[in-house]
């Protein structure tokens, strides 16, 4: 399906770039029926792009000619190839690593702590004698 509001941002992007209209004026109908123009002509630009790529698409998929397999998509083999090599083109910035402390580093020490320190509370306790055999959680502590 035809994602209309991505379209319309994108025209209202192309329109007001190519005649510079300057959004700071005040509101004005004229502006608003010329970016619909331009937007019904860049919808039907993009309907028949799409109709012509479906087209050649179909023309490849049911060649009775063609080799075996799938249809190549320079695009799908891109997309493919980025995230096989992701690691290979990763840079260390500072970002990653405020990203690699806040979500790895300062939940696992957080945890280490509160459960050390719950332990050294109950291991106090108990060998101080404050808590009765009979009402320790393990009996053979």
């Not at 509001?5 to 010329?34: G, K």
């Not at 792009?49 to 050649?56: N, V």
């Not at 719950?118 to 009979?134: M, Q």
Request: glycine content about 4%; some cysteine; hydrophobic content about 40%.
């Amino acid at each position: 399906l035809f994602n209309f509001h991505s379209q319309l941002q994108f025209s209202v992007f192309r329109v007001s770039s190519s005649e510079n209209i300057n959004f700071f004026l005040p509101y004005s109908p004229d502006h608003r029926y010329s970016t619909m123009a331009d937007l019904a002509r860049l919808v039907a630009e993009k309907n028949k792009q799409r109709a012509a790529l479906k087209k050649e698409y179909f023309k490849l998929l049911t060649n009775p000619n063609a080799e075996g397999g799938h249809v190549f998509d320079p695009a799908v083999q891109r997309h493919g190839s980025m995230r096989v090599t992701r690691i290979n083109h990763f840079r260390e910035t500072p970002k990653n690593l405020l990203t690699l402390c806040l979500f790895v580093v300062l939940p696992l020490a957080g945890t280490v702590y509160l459960i050390k320190t719950s332990r050294d509370e109950k291991e106090a306790a108990i060998r101080s004698g404050t808590v009765a055999y009979k009402d320790r959680l393990f009996k053979l502590q």
